[in-house]
């Protein structure tokens, strides 16, 4: 068994990628699955700053948000094919995530948390008022894009097992990079940062600037989770820029294991199969997932898949 | 444009601007922000002692909110209720700390603070099904209706009973904790909890009492709150963000500063509805992101604490 | 003491710091030659702790001049003292806790090739890792490479962070009471290392052993509340009536 997830561990792309094909068929209905992919996606982004660097943003909903509008704006309102619309998505967010970075890095610990939710909330504030183009209150109707263009090929964008495998294509690139940052040298110098900012700085790493960098990258990341949930349902809701949906990706982290590689992938699929359940029979989600995430705060705080991991003495390289 | 004795014409939004008008508005505004003080204080007290920032800070003040017009609805009587809902939040403040916060201490900084996020979703849920999802009807009490004149104009009762009342509690806060022992072993703990525990004093106590202080504080906003605005379960949400605004354009950690920024907020906000009314939101956290450009520490902060 | 047509490697003009209202350092004044090994002595509370801080850029003073070969570098920031070749190790070990004693090293040492790229593999950059390996035999820690430094005992993982400080080549080494907690052995042990080290580099030194101090440096420096008191050779320190006066008894 533990030679297995080893082998895990030193291909984890490849797998995940392998364990991602098959998904959808184990999942009740394609749209969950596909959710999973973008929330996962967007966990995974927000952990690179919370779970590598140490840094608990509660703005992230601000980067999903303003992917997820740009998009829909580009297709809305501008007529721009699906990849140009992807690209402003993720530009866009990219370029927040230098604002809102370049402001909350200069303060530190539980004050980053507070400022990061103020600042996510001129995001939702303003894409609110700016109703013309993103329809207020209703959120953004209408991006649709039924057939994909690729390499001259037409594919049908709203059969929902193909739009699962043209969404998990251009996850898995993103997971893939994410992979690659965090083996870089800027990986270690990231969690050098998390361990001991005194002694990073010492060494002589510029310890605001690479804050930054990484903040962009995530930022980068969680926009193009948003680009393709706008793809994926149509619609921005308003809600996609509040901050109790940053406080989703933190759930998320933290139930699937926010040291981990996996972890926020896992604790994305998590919340949302148990979301899926448990609103068949009840009401009362919220007070559902806050209890449990309480539990997991209390006594588990590695998470799903970091309790896994150290329960196999996996924890070098264990992301 | 012409300019008319006493009248100024500025936007479109305005068909005539008074001296009068911008009184009443500040006015409003210093009844807006005196919430904003209270609860900024409420949070800065908890924050300075344990070093945690309550989450659940919004959820506590909607609590409030509710207890506030439920003890009013059965006992009539709507002093009795200013002292019960304290009471009832503190005590729920007291067992947060003791039973789901103080195990998380020894953790790293932020346990806590996502533990009371956890438990402000419980909260909301726990007022959906008590009260009903859309919540109770607001109710001024019967002594403080109507309005009164100001000088200015005509103010309503309750904001300046809500602009008086804060500003008495405020001031107990502040006696509380400068001139009497138990605030002295609070202060002092806030600055080193080594020294206090050499001292004899059972630490875990004050944390205790701080955090219950803190939600009881929130508590109290949230009642004296509740006349003026609706009392569903999701109204503590926006009140997070807004008391977070208010700590840092005030500075971590200062209570003068929780103060004062919670006053100027409520006034930015008040004086941008009368002149940009869509922007009211905006404006404040607008300003939030200025000080954090020009002076992260707060306006209050210590340089080098945060910046 | 200092040979007039020769730079100090570092110098502290007039340096002050103020904590609040409370007068830290006051006026300190002092060269440091290259190639010498000095210790910064005094009783508690005299400033040393400060003193080093300032001249390792944890914090700018709040009035006075830092001079590092001639070069203003007063403010810097501290991870720019590490790039022009001023390095330091903490009293209280600061190290990476959760990655191993091999990592640790070798993220130091990329700071020279690797330092922040993204997009390639971090063990795909030979010249860090070969550092690591060297500065890790050197400090006597290359059996213990792969072990995480929470898991070390309390000497190695100050030997692991002078290995650390190591990395990036300073000229100018500045160690912080580099014997803190450690047993007999242990010290010597450091002892050992710091003699070496001081070969090859300055090195400043904060201690508080005063029998380690007179074996290992040719100068000390005494502060007292904050101020100058006296400099010398261990012997002149030793019968200076000001310093005797000062510690009073103290070892």
């Known amino acids: ?140 109707r209408g991006v649709r894009v039924d057939t994909f263009n690729i390499l001259g090929m037409p594919v049908d964008f709203l059969n929902p097992m193909i739009k699962y495998y043209i969404i998990l294509f251009v996850v898995v690139l993103a997971v893939w990079l994410i992979s690659r940052i965090l083996n870089s040298p800027l990986g270690a110098v990231m969690e050098a940062i998390r361990e001991n900012e005194k002694r990073a700085a010492a060494c002589g790493f510029d310890v605001t600037r690479t804050k930054l960098l990484v903040f962009i990258l995530s930022a980068a990341i969680c926009g193009l989770a948003g680009s393709l949930r706008a793809l994926h349902l149509s619609i921005v809701p308003i809600d996609s820029l509040h901050y109790l949906q940053s406080g989703q990706a933190v759930m998320m982290s933290i139930l699937g294991g926010m040291g981990t590689f996996f972890g926020p992938f896992v604790g994305a699929a998590v919340m949302l199969y148990l979301e899926d359940v448990v609103t068949t029979f009840t009401k009362h989600w919220m007070a559902v997932i806050g209890l449990v995430f309480m539990f997991f705060v209390l006594f588990f705080p590695q998470g799903i898949w970091g309790t896994i991991l150290s329960k196999l003495k996996l924890n070098q390289d264990s992301k | 444009m012409p300019m008319v004795e006493g009248e100024f014409f500025l936007s479109k939004y305005m068909t005539g601007l008074t001296f009068e008008l911008l009184c009443m508005q500040l006015l409003t505004g210093i009844a807006l922000g005196s919430i904003y003080a209270l609860l900024a204080l409420g949070l800065c007290l908890v924050f300075g002692m344990l070093n945690v920032v309550n989450f659940a800070h919004g959820a506590f003040f909607m609590v409030g909110a509710f207890m506030g017009v439920y003890f009013l609805g059965i006992t009539g009587n709507f002093w009795f209720s200013l002292i019960l809902t304290p009471i009832a939040t503190g005590v729920l403040g007291l067992l947060t700390e003791r039973y789901l916060v103080r195990p998380l201490y020894g953790r790293g900084i932020d346990y806590p603070l996502l533990l009371t996020f956890g438990l402000s979703y419980v909260l909301i849920e726990a007022m959906r099904v008590t009260f009903g999802i859309e919540g109770l009807p607001s109710v001024t009490p019967d002594g403080l209706k109507g309005t009164m004149d100001v000088g200015v104009g005509f103010f309503p009762k309750y904001r300046l009973f809500l602009i008086a009342a804060t500003a008495v509690i405020i001031f107990a806060v502040w006696f509380f904790i400068q001139k009497t022992k138990y605030g002295l072993i609070i202060k002092a703990g806030a600055v080193d909890q080594e020294i206090v525990k050499v001292l004899g ?32 379960p999701e109204m503590g949400i926006p009140i997070l963000a807004e008391s977070f605004v208010v700590t840092v354009v005030g500075g971590m950690g200062s209570a003068v500063g929780a103060v004062v920024a919670g006053l100027l907020v409520g006034v930015v906000y008040s004086m941008t509805s009368l002149f940009f009314p869509d922007l009211a939101e905006l404006s404040i956290f607008v300003l939030m992101a200025v000080v954090l450009l020009i002076r992260p520490q707060g306006l209050f902060g210590k340089s080098g604490a945060m910046g | 003491m200092s040979s007039s047509n020769q730079t100090p490697i570092l110098e502290a003009r007039n340096v002050s710091k103020s904590f609040g209202k409370f007068k830290a350092l006051q006026n300190v004044s002092t060269t440091f030659m290259p190639g010498s090994l000095t210790a910064i002595i005094g009783p508690n509370g005299a400033g040393k702790s400060t003193f080093f801080n300032a001249l390792s850029g944890a914090f700018p003073p709040s009035s006075g001049q830092i001079l590092f070969n001639g070069k203003d570098i007063t403010g810097m920031q501290q991870y720019e003292f590490a790039r022009i070749g001023i390095s330091k190790s903490f009293q209280i070990t600061n190290v990476f806790k959760q990655l191993t004693v091999h990592e640790n090293v070798r993220v130091a040492a990329q700071m020279e090739t690797a330092r922040y790229n993204f997009l390639r593999n971090a063990q795909s950059y030979p010249e860090p890792i070969e550092l690591a390996d060297q500065l890790l035999r050197r400090v006597n820690l290359e059996h213990l490479r792969n072990k995480k430094t929470g898991d070390l005992a ?29 047993s007999p052995e242990e010290t010597l042990v450091m002892m050992d290392l710091i003699r070496t080290l001081a070969n090859e580099r300055t090195v400043i030194l904060v201690e508080h052993k005063m029998k380690l101090i007179m074996g290992l440096c040719k100068r000390i420096i005494v502060l007292h509340h904050g101020e100058f008191l006296a400099e010398g050779t261990p012997e002149e320190i030793q019968n200076n009536a000001e310093v005797r006066r000062v510690y009073l008894g103290q070892g």
């Open chain 1, 1 to 140: 068994m533990k030679s297995f997830f080893q082998l895990i561990a030193r291909h984890r792309v490849l797998a995940s990628t392998l364990f991602l094909m098959i998904f959808p068929f184990i999942m009740p209905y394609e749209a969950l699955a596909i959710n999973i992919l973008i929330f996962g996606l967007f966990a995974m982004g927000f952990n690179l700053l919370f779970g590598y660097m140490g840094l608990l943003s509660f703005g992230h909903a601000a980067f999903l948000g303003t992917g997820s509008y740009l998009t829909g704006i580009a297709i809305v309102h501008y007529a721009m094919p699906w990849g140009a619309a992807i690209l402003v998505g993720v530009i866009g967010a990219a370029i927040g995530g230098l604002l809102m970075g370049f402001l909350a890095i200069r303060t530190r610990g539980i004050y980053f948390s507070m400022v990061t939710l103020a600042l996510g909330q001129i995001v939702f504030y303003g894409f609110y008022k700016a109703e013309s183009l993103t329809g207020g209150e209703n959120g953004l």
């Open chain 2, 201 to 232: 004093v059972d630490i875990a106590k004050v944390w205790l009492l701080v955090f219950g202080l803190g939600c009881a504080i929130a508590g109290l906003s949230g009642i004296l709150a509740s006349p003026t605005r609706s009392v569903n």
């Open chain 3, 154 to 182: 309390h000497g190695q993982q100050r030997a692991l962070e002078i290995a650390m400080a190591l990395a990036c080549n300073p000229s100018l080494l500045l160690l912080d009471e580099p014997t803190a907690g450690m």
